[in-house]
């Protein structure tokens, strides 16, 4: 599974390099042929490419994309989709399970498509319980992994020692009434206390693996004990889904549960604009504003229309950035150049620790009506917490 840091490391190597997006599609080689849609499609788009580059570029941009081919000729993929970076000192191949949109670009790593990504897809924390077992897989850009898991073991031998004295084994089977409810209610609280060790060990992985929401599954009687454990303020992003589902295997698990979590990501997403929208301070909305605001370092997080493309002009010496078409920086007197939104956006983010969501249906929309873009300032957290 792809991880922010491994974005951060890619986006520092030194240009240029080659950046390949694919669909590889794990296609069945069986009623495929093995010139896949993807080697076809890098063949036409490479040759399109070389005749916008400068001269000096030819020969090695050449050189990476037939390393790209020597690499998908004759590969049956496992995966969706493949992220490529190449040049003479770098080779980085990140398979998804998720699709991506073609590209291919020479020069600077191009990592926003992987940030996009991350963004619409943010690492979930899924916990799966029935009676036996807690098991604690992490899930993101269409992977499942497992984490751990944790067996329920419950020693009942003692309670029929002492509750049930010298009784014979037939009276033992036949016990009823009070001496059974005391069985029941200690097993009960057994159960209890297993979920509610389960609730702090899912607290531990959603910050050791930076998680962010908290998918319970299970029978209601299990799964609840654990949302009560969940302290304040992640308890919000806590979803149940009452459902026995231990006895399916991962893949199984899900196909069951995907549908469940896109709903509920797109739901978070509406509440997440709908909330920046109405918000009286701590916010900001206008495109230049926000771009300003995170280039000082003062925005947290940055909430992002997925088709939102914008073109701006960056200053080459202060790298201030924002839509004017002033040819000279009004900062520092340097000139300025033509960039794409998606082309800085990865380094500032970075740059300043900034968060970053990226929204689509409803949430999108709505967002473009107020610009598509906009974000949080960091002393609105400053000011809740006082």
Excluded at 352 to 375: N, S
Aim: hydrophobic share 40%; proline share 5%; with cysteine.
């Amino acid at each position: 599974m792809i991880r922010a840091d491994q974005l951060q490391e890619i986006a520092a190597l030194s240009p240029p390099i080659l950046s390949a997006y694919l669909n590889t599609g794990a296609q069945n080689a069986s009623r495929h042929p093995l010139a896949q849609p993807d080697l076809t499609w890098l063949k036409k788009e490479a040759v399109s490419k070389t005749k916008s580059l400068l001269p000096r570029d030819v020969e090695g941009f050449e050189r990476q994309v037939e390393r790209v081919k020597q690499f998908l000729d004759q590969r049956h993929p496992n995966e969706r989709a493949l992220a490529i970076f190449a040049s003479r000192e770098t080779w980085a191949v990140l398979p998804m399970q998720v699709s991506v949109e073609d590209e291919l670009r020479w020069g600077k790593p191009d990592v926003w498509q992987l940030f996009r990504l991350l963004s619409e897809h943010p690492p979930r924390c899924i916990v799966v319980v029935d009676h036996h077992a807690a098991r604690f897989f992490m899930y993101g850009l269409g992977e499942l992994n497992l984490l751990e898991e944790k067996a329920f073991e419950v020693d009942i031998s003692q309670w029929k020692k002492k509750d049930l004295g010298h009784f014979s084994a037939e009276s033992i089977r036949k016990t009823r009434g009070s001496q059974r409810d005391v069985f029941d209610d200690r097993l009960e609280a057994q159960f209890t206390r297993l979920c509610q060790e389960a609730a702090q060990r899912a607290m531990v992985l959603c910050k050791k693996h930076d998680l962010s929401s908290l998918f319970l599954v299970g029978s209601e009687r299990l799964i609840a004990p654990i949302q009560t454990k969940i302290p304040h303020p992640f308890a919000k992003s806590v979803f149940l889904v009452p459902e026995d589902l231990g006895n399916l295997s991962p893949m199984e698990l899900l196909r069951r549960l995907e549908p469940i979590i896109d709903d509920c990501q797109h739901k978070q997403q509406v509440a997440a604009v709908t909330e920046l929208l109405g918000a009286e301070q701590g916010a900001v909305l206008n495109v230049d504003e926000t771009l300003a605001r995170l280039e000082s370092g003062a925005i947290r997080k940055i909430i992002l229309a997925r088709d939102l493309e914008l073109e701006l002009h960056q200053c080459v010496k202060c790298g201030r950035a924002n839509r004017s078409a002033d040819p000279v920086c009004a900062n520092c007197g340097a000139q300025r150049r033509k960039v794409a939104l998606c082309g800085i956006l990865p380094a500032l983010l970075a740059a300043q620790d900034t968060k970053l969501e990226v929204v689509t249906g409803e949430a999108a929309r709505m967002l473009a009506r107020a610009g598509g873009m906009g974000g949080w300032l960091r002393q609105a957290r400053h000011l809740a917490a006082g």
